[in-house]
Every structure is written in structure tokens, then in C-alpha cells.
Nanobody, 116 residues
Framework: VQLQACGGGLVQAGGTLSLSCAAS????????MGWYRQAPGKQREVVAT???????NYADSVKGRFTISRDNAKNEVYLHMSSLKPEDTAVYYC???????????WGKGTLVTVSS
């Protein structure tokens, strides 16, 4: 599975930004797609995940501000980020994993910078 993410950039605090990620290759099912992030000097952390059935999970720090969605027909996952804060600054990684197996893939990451 190859993952191609795009949509990062620079935004002011309080602004909005959307990320998208397309998966290609052999797409096994069922699977979960998600977004993780890694800020400078910190470990990578989960931001949000979504199953094929639409079940979502969010980190407490982004609940109410970020929305994850996916298009199963296109094998794409999206992250709409609003009310952005400087602490949201990080490299955001798209993730795809097959349920019930060790198959787990990462995109290259896209930088999101929120200025105060």
C-alpha cells in the first residue's frame, strides 16, 4: 500500500486547513485509516482514525476541532482541521492498517505550521 498525503502548509491560529491522503496498491479489507502527527522533539501521536464503517476516534486534544472522513470507493482519507492552535504544529502522517494483521503503512508526512 502506498500513501500520498497533501494539503499541509502555513496557517494562522484560529484558521482552518484540510489534509487528504490517497491509498493505492493492494487494498486489503477491512482496514482503518488515520492521521498521526509528530511535533519537534516529541513522539508521534494519533490524531484521528476512521474505520471503513465510519467509526471514528479522536485524540482529546483535537476533539471538536478536527474532523476525519473517508471515501472508501476512492481509498482516500481526509482531515479537516479548524480552530487551529500553535500546538497543532507538526508533521502529519497518513496511516493505513489492515485489521487482524500486521500490515501497517505510513505516508511521507506533510508539515502543518500554525502561527500565533
Amino acid at each position: 500500500v502506498q500513501l500520498q498525503a497533501c494539503g499541509g502548509g502555513l496557517v494562522q491560529a484560529g484558521g482552518t486547513l484540510s489534509l487528504s491522503c490517497a491509498a493505492s496498491g493492494t487494498i486489503w479489507r477491512p482496514n482503518v485509516m488515520g492521521w498521526y502527527r509528530q511535533a519537534p522533539g516529541k513522539q508521534r501521536e494519533v490524531v484521528a482514525t476512521i474505520s471503513e464503517g465510519g467509526t471514528t476516534n479522536y485524540a482529546d486534544s483535537v476533539k471538536g476541532r478536527f474532523t476525519i472522513s473517508r471515501d472508501n470507493a476512492k481509498n482516500e482519507v481526509y482531515l479537516h482541521m479548524s480552530s487551529l492552535k500553535p500546538e497543532d504544529t507538526a508533521v502529519y502522517y497518513c496511516n493505513w492498517r489492515r485489521l487482524g494483521s500486521s500490515a501497517n503503512y505510513w505516508g511521507k508526512g506533510t508539515l502543518v505550521t500554525v502561527s500565533s
